[in-house]
């Protein structure tokens, strides 16, 4: 695209690379070590003048690029249109849709990523970022460019991203079979209400398994797993006052996810058929904290509390759920968890640590601030 800016760098000496018009004294020394270092980079850098032609680029741009400078130089046309006029499916890529170019107009620096046409014709991913460069009056006189190549970082990515999807699908069918087999033992044996009690505690798993899903088992939003969890009584209620949640967000450790998921399960399972739930007037409130500490340590502390419910009776023994909160938290993660039989509703406090990998093994919980 014909450019209605007008070049300040027309001169023969504005086109050599980091010329200089005195080739003597410091000046000189200078010029050297800079392209010494420019030349040793390992990331590619352009230098355009106010047209987006090309005045300068490194050995890493070359190498890049397939082109050398003299051969840019010599076409005597934006940059833009040696390395990046063409959209991999093969429509043209003008240059006024260009984010690089923006650089210059707008005066504001541009990050992003790219497909540049090698010299070869073969495309590849890049990132960049492009910043303007000012003379001594603040005036803006050209751009400078950084630019890797980042098909490496694609192709892992794409690898990882098929390496889940396949975990995702052995996960599903793992599930699937391990529901399929229940079936198959609990036919004739087992009554209706314990083969749902079953049910729904592998619907818990699995919903904690598609929250991991969801951000590729990197991680999982503290505020989903908990409403994941409340999900399937929540919807069931018209009176949306009857559960309270309250904290701040957090990135918790898959292996955290899942057993605080079914943690939450459970309570809300018991909060059902005996507690809160299980009366009209009775109320349901989660409260946690996330506790930031040096080192890049931090805990978790989860306040389960049921309001308006029957009168509790401590129970006589120890069901699942109840081991399953108690022993397998503080197993797990070192953490504690208590669960209280309080007559006006039963109360649940979970201390997690979210630390670094520990000489006891336990797994790492990635923290990120609330939003």
């Known amino acids: 695209m014909p450019s209605s800016r007008q070049s300040v760098q027309s001169t023969a000496e504005a086109s050599a690379p980091l010329a200089s018009l005195r080739r003597s004294g410091q000046l000189f020394e200078t010029e050297r070590r800079l392209n010494a270092v420019l030349n040793n980079a390992s990331v590619s850098i ?15 741009a070359e ?39 923006r650089a210059f107009p707008e005066n504001n620096q541009e990050r992003g990523e ?32 950084e630019v890797r190549d980042i098909s490496e970082e694609k192709a892992a990515a794409e690898r990882q991203r098929l390496l889940i999807n396949e975990l995702n699908h052995r996960v599903k069918n793992t599930l699937a079979t391990v529901q399929s087999i229940a079936a198959q033992t609990f036919r ?39 409403e994941r969890a409340l999900a399937p009584h929540a919807s069931a209620e018209v009176d949306s006052d009857r559960f309270k949640l309250s904290g701040p967000d957090a990135r918790l450790h898959p292996k955290i996810a899942v057993t605080l998921s079914m943690a939450l399960h459970e309570l809300m399972t018991n909060a059902s058929k005996y507690g809160a739930l299980s009366v009209p007037e009775g109320r349901v409130a989660v ?11 931090g805990q978790l502390e ?49 201390q997690i640590p979210l630390t670094e990998l520990g000489w006891h093994g336990q797994e790492t919980a990635t923290l990120q601030g609330a939003p």
């Open 114 to 145: 790219e497909v540049f046409v090698h010299k070869s014709g073969h495309f590849y991913p890049v990132g960049f970022t492009a910043s303007p460069i000012r003379d001594d009056t603040a005036k803006i006189i050209g751009t400078i460019i």
């Open 287 to 297: 409260a946690w904290s996330v506790r930031h500490e040096d080192a890049g340590s």
């Open 46 to 60: 352009f230098l355009m003048d106010d047209r987006q032609h090309c005045v300068y680029m490194n050995r890493a």
């Open 63 to 101: 190498k890049l690029t397939g082109f050398t400078l003299d051969e840019v130089l010599a076409r005597d046309c934006p940059l833009h249109d040696v390395v990046h006029h063409t959209y991999p499916d093969g429509r043209p890529f003008p240059l006024q849709d260009c984010a690089i170019d």
């Open 302 to 350: 989860l306040h389960w509390q049921e309001r308006g419910g029957p009168v509790v009776v401590a129970p006589v023994r120890t069901g699942f759920g109840s081991r399953l909160i108690e022993r397998q938290l503080p197993m797990e993660f070192d953490g504690s968890a208590e669960i209280v039989y309080e007559p006006a509703g039963v109360a649940c406090r979970l």
């Open 188 to 226: 004739g044996k087992t009554d209706a209400a314990v083969r749902r009690v079953f049910d729904e505690r592998m619907l818990a798993l699995s919903d904690a398994h598609n929250v991991l899903v969801a951000d590729n088992w990197e991680s999982a939003s503290l505020w989903s797993v908990v």
